[in-house]
């Protein structure tokens, strides 16, 4: 396993690991190294963003006409709470971002949770995926460093 081939992404080429030195090799590594630990931070970040449309898309559901009018605790921060009374169990007021709000029913509520689950774990794979392809290029480098530095100590051993 001489070459790897990162090909099928467009900018990107093969590179032929026998040709780079270790110095080279070691550079490749720390890069390919820092990307994947970009692709953890990201795939934990959208991990807990998909938890949070989870739980949003399941408390609509527990909205139903029965429920109008029963009291509950209103989050103000994260560890504070008031008291509040539902006056309207057929609408809800979501967040869609950067501090924008929209009204909508229950079911349009449900419905872009759900879209927005099935978004994240479309953006999850994909990063899993191109995870899984560094960590291939990762490994075939530690073999060519592994192979290098042996050859290396045999020609040290030999001289």
Not at 43 to 51: G, N, S
Not at 75 to 87: C, E, F, K, Q, R
Not at 132 to 147: F, G, L, N, S, W
């Amino acid at each position: 396993m001489a070459s790897v081939s990162t090909a099928p992404a467009p900018g990107m080429h093969q590179i032929d690991l026998s040709k780079l030195n270790l110095n080279q090799l070691a550079q490749l590594k720390q890069q390919l190294d820092q990307e994947l630990n970009v692709f953890q931070d990201s795939l934990q970040t959208l991990k807990i963003a998909q938890r949070k449309f989870v739980e949003s898309g399941e408390s609509v559901e527990k909205l139903k006409p029965e429920t109008k009018g029963r009291t509950l605790l209103v989050p103000l921060t994260g560890s504070m709470y008031v008291p509040g009374t539902i006056a309207d169990s057929e609408n809800v007021i979501i967040d869609i971002g950067t501090g924008y709000y929209a009204q909508k029913n229950v079911a349009g509520a449900k419905d872009y949770f759900d879209r927005k689950v099935k978004f994240v774990t479309e953006q999850m794979e994909k990063i899993q995926v191109l995870g899984i392809e560094k960590t291939k290029v990762r490994e075939a480098i530690c073999m060519m460093i592994e192979m290098k530095v042996q050859a290396q100590a045999q020609n040290t051993s030999t001289s």
